[in-house]
């Protein structure tokens, strides 16, 4: 029986070939959360729901969106944020 912190299914199971010629099973971390905005708090598009160590291995257009602020905030309130900053001037 495995330990209780990986009885459960959304720890994903990887087939491993031991040294020993046995098949065992182990156990890949569980998936990371949704990158939110960090203003209104919605799911960002366009970033991988990755662990770090997975999301080391991309390239790095693919980890986040090549727009200002890509990745902290959301399309909507960028634009928001950017006509608030225009009109203060
Ligand atoms: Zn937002």
């Known amino acids: 029986m495995p330990r209780p912190s990986y009885r459960t299914r959304s720890r994903k199971?990887?087939?491993?070939?031991?040294?020993g010629g046995r098949l065992t099973i182990?156990?890949?971390?569980e998936?990371?959360?949704?990158a939110r905005c960090s203003k209104c708090g919605k799911p960002?598009?366009?970033?991988?729901?990755?662990i770090p160590s997975e999301i080391r291995k991309l390239n790095r257009t693919r980890r986040r969106i090549s727009r200002m602020f890509g990745g902290q905030l959301c399309a909507?309130?960028?634009?928001t944020s950017l006509k608030q900053a225009i009109r203060a001037l």
Not at 13 to 19: D, E, G, H, I, L
Not at 26 to 29: F, Q
């Open 31 to 34: 998936k990371a959360k949704h």
């Open 44 to 50: 960002l598009s366009g970033i991988p729901r990755m």
């Open 13 to 19: 199971r990887v087939k491993v070939k031991v040294p």
């Open 26 to 29: 182990h156990y890949k971390r």
């Open 76 to 79: 909507q309130c960028l634009k």
